[in-house]
């Protein structure tokens, strides 16, 4: 029972980490793995989608410049603006592949805390959000399910 809860808990956070633990160390069927990290990566996708979405209403209420001082507030934004590495992918990713992009990214490149906050920082209108993360987790989920077990096979043979 305490292997399913870990399992749940980091694939929650860190999706594309759990799989190794799952299979290598619970020794998982293909099935369980599939299973307990998607319950992880769906519950991890709707806390951290509705905890950014909070927090975003309460950044924006906190922070808001008033209305005479928003040609003020904009050039100052402006002008702090750093762009990294990281940031300027995250941007191609979003203009280039939209939500479907950080959707599919989210599982591998980015982690659903961080996905989940852009799908709805970026895309909060959109209903089908939440739907377009889970997809690519089951998609990836069985991806990477499917190579642990049989990477050897899929290797050397």
Do not use: C
């Not at 590495?85 to 950080?102: A, C, D, E, M, T």
């Not at 209903?127 to 899929?154: E, G, H, P, V």
């Amino acid at each position: 029972m305490l292997d399913i809860i870990i399992v749940i808990l980091l694939g929650s956070v860190k999706f594309a980490l759990t799989f190794p633990l799952a299979i290598f160390e619970f020794r998982f069927s293909f099935y369980e793995t599939i299973l307990w990290i998607n319950i992880g990566g769906i519950i991890g996708v709707y806390f951290f989608g509705y905890l950014s979405k909070g927090l975003i209403e309460f950044w924006n209420r906190l922070f808001r410049p008033k209305v005479m001082d928003l040609k003020e507030a904009y050039k100052q934004r402006r002008n702090k603006k750093i762009f990294t590495k990281r940031n300027r992918r995250i941007v191609h990713i979003k203009q280039q592949y939209g939500l479907i992009g950080i959707a599919v990214t989210t599982p591998v490149l980015l982690s659903i805390p961080v996905g989940a906050f852009l799908v709805v920082r970026y895309y909060s209108s959109n209903s089908a959000k939440f739907f377009y993360l889970i997809i690519a987790n089951i998609i990836w989920s069985i991806l990477y399910t499917f190579f642990y077990m049989f990477w050897k096979d899929l290797l050397f043979n």
